[in-house]
Each structure stands twice: as structure tokens, then as C-alpha cells.
């Protein structure tokens, strides 16, 4: 087993040499994988990122993506559509409730002590641009991206 010492230790020389960190959480009976950014919010006073059900190493990318942009002075916002997060497609975001903390960011909670940093879910389409909020989602992925916050 690793040492959790050697974890934080990781984490806290990934925020301070990158500005972040990007976590993934393996899928199992609960729900499908994620990702997840600790120190966005430290770093650049941003929100945090999660995205979920994707390859481990696509959600990564995304989410690094993203934190350049946000180094570069992007803020991305609740209740809006992205162009520039995945090719062709776009993105939503929501703020995801307080309520959903504990199911899916642990170490960013352990991280910050606490649970007052923001975090938003950016919500992607499948190929055919069908949101999972829209009736033609379909019921063979009804799983694959649960919805965190408020769509509106």
C-alpha cells in the first residue's frame, strides 16, 4: 500500500509546479469513472473541474486543456455552453451541489479541509450532440453521466 504521506506530498508539488492536479476515480458498482482538478481554486481562484464517464486519459487532457485556458485568464461559468473543450462539440457547465462533495471529491475536501471551494461539471454531448438532460439520450449510457447541479 502507499504511504498517504507520499500522495500529498505529490499533490502539493503537482499544485505548486503546475498549478493543479488531475485526479481519476475508477468506475466500480456506484458509477462510472471521473476525473477531477484539485487547485484550480488555490491557484488561480477558479473553480474546480470534474467531468465524468470518459477514458481516464481523454478527461485528463480536457481538464489540463482547460487549466491553460484558465492560466491564460479564461473563467468558465455555470449555465454556459463551451466551443473549445472538445472538438466539434460543445460543452455545459453546472455548479455542482455541495450535496454530491462527499460521493465524488474526497481529496479535494481532505485537500482543502472543508468543503467551500466551487466545482463545476463540464457536461459533453455524444457524437450526435444529444445532451443527457434531452429525451434522445440514450438509454443504453442512462448511467454514464450523472448530473451533479442545477441545469439552470
Known amino acids: 500500500m502507499i504511504d498517504p ?3 500529498d506530498n505529490k499533490l502539493q508539488d503537482d499544485i505548486k509546479n503546475f498549478g493543479l492536479q488531475v485526479l481519476y476515480i475508477m468506475e466500480d458498482e456506484q458509477g462510472p469513472g471521473f476525473s477531477y482538478s484539485i487547485g484550480l481554486y488555490e491557484s488561480y481562484g477558479h473553480p474546480e473541474i470534474i467531468m465524468v464517464g470518459l477514458k481516464q486519459d481523454l478527461m485528463h487532457t480536457l481538464i489540463n ?4 485556458d484558465i492560466k491564460d485568464g479564461k473563467v ?3 449555465f454556459k455552453y463551451e466551443a473549445d473543450i472538445l472538438d466539434d462539440f ?3 457547465f453546472v455548479e455542482v451541489e455541495k450535496s454530491n462533495y462527499d460521493a465524488y471529491v474526497g481529496q479535494a475536501q481532505k485537500y482543502y479541509k472543508r468543503d467551500g ?4 461539471q463540464c457536461i459533453y454531448p455524444t457524437v450526435k450532440g444529444i445532451y443527457p438532460w434531452e429525451d434522445e439520450w440514450p438509454e443504453s449510457i442512462k448511467d454514464l453521466q450523472p448530473i451533479l447541479g442545477p441545469l439552470k
Not at 486543456?65 to 491553460?68: K, T
Not at 471551494?117 to 463545476?120: D, G, I
Open 76 to 78: 468558465f461559468i455555470p
Open 5 to 7: 504521506t507520499v500522495i
Open 65 to 68: 486543456n482547460m487549466a491553460y
Open 117 to 120: 471551494f466551487p466545482l463545476l
Open 90 to 92: 460543445e460543452c455545459y
